[in-house]
């Protein structure tokens, strides 16, 4: 029997995947065509630079720099996606399902990893360039791990049901 609660939310989850990659897409278009102030801290004084002053291919590594969690939340979104179609098949407890929510925890870490590198990487990028002498100053507070959380939380989640898997066919042999 198919339930019709699943169904709708499969439903609004794939809308969301839609929007979601969708705006990514566009945002990114966006700050690349964009006079984007960059301010980093260096040694104390404020350095910053217009993306627009910058030649095409450095402004396209740096948008990709600043925006690489962007890249891993559209394979977070497609494992969103896959699950979905796992939903819709009423595919719900199984090891494609298991490794769906594993590869989305690999990529909610993944973005988190990112985030948090994104300005060492564009201080390499713009020192390596002769744009800036001295390495970005670093804000320890500015280091996010909300992505981590959720991507350990769903790792758990992984693991949780691959154990369930595990007890429904000890069960179903022991009949």
Not at 86 to 107: E, P, T
Request: charged letters at 15%; hydrophobic letters at 55%.
């Amino acid at each position: 029997m198919e339930d019709p609660v699943i169904r709708r939310l499969v439903f609004v989850l794939r809308a969301l995947c839609i929007s979601a990659v969708l705006i990514l897409i566009v945002q990114n278009v966006e700050i690349y065509s964009s006079s984007l102030k960059l301010n980093l801290t260096i040694q104390g004084t404020e350095w910053n630079a217009l993306l627009s002053d910058f030649n095409k291919m450095e402004r396209f590594a740096i948008v990709l720099i600043l925006n690489f969690s962007n890249l891993i939340w559209m394979y977070v979104i497609y494992q969103f996606w896959a699950l979905c179609s796992l939903y819709a098949k009423r595919n719900i407890f199984s090891a494609d399902n298991v490794k769906k929510f594993q590869n989305m925890s690999y990529g909610l870490i993944g973005m988190s990893v990112a985030q948090n590198l994104a300005l060492p990487f564009l201080g390499l990028f713009l020192m390596h360039g002769g744009y800036i002498q001295n390495y970005p100053d670093m804000d320890l507070t500015a280091i996010d791990l909300n992505f981590m959380t959720a991507g350990v939380l769903f790792l758990l989640i992984a693991k949780i049901m691959q154990r369930a898997i595990q007890l429904q066919d000890e069960a179903d042999l022991t009949i």
